[in-house]
């Protein structure tokens, strides 16, 4: 079993920034990547961000150029830096951990982005 842990969230002004960090721990083997999502009331959660192993990273069109995804080498932390950020970045930011096995789930941060 593998656990993940979002911080990082909270309240920033139009074009300020954040850093999110998701911290796993457990059982981390045969890891494909790591992703990033967010999710507002009444709409599905979208993907924002993903890192494969290789190090590949890949962006939804919303946030492309102003958010970028890091992970450490043994897949224990997955950072989300968002930059420039815009009312409508406001959501739940959730990490993803993607492996061989079971996919698993943080329990999110909010990120409100408002003046």
């Known amino acids: 079993q593998v656990q993940l842990v979002e911080s990082g969230g909270g309240l920033v002004q139009p074009g300020g920034s954040l850093r999110l960090s998701c911290k796993a721990s457990g059982r981390i083997t045969g890891v494909y990547a790591m992703a990033w999502y967010r999710q507002v009331p009444g709409k599905e959660r979208e993907l924002a961000a993903s890192i494969t192993a290789g190090g590949s990273t890949s962006y939804s069109d919303s946030v492309k150029g102003r958010f970028s995804i890091s992970r450490d080498k043994n897949w224990f932390y997955s950072y989300l830096q968002m930059d420039n950020l815009k009312p409508e970045d406001t959501a739940v930011y959730f990490c993803?951990?993607?492996?061989?096995?079971?996919?698993?789930w943080g329990q999110g941060t909010q990120v409100t982005v408002s003046s």
């Open positions: 993803k951990m993607v492996t061989r096995g079971p996919q698993y």
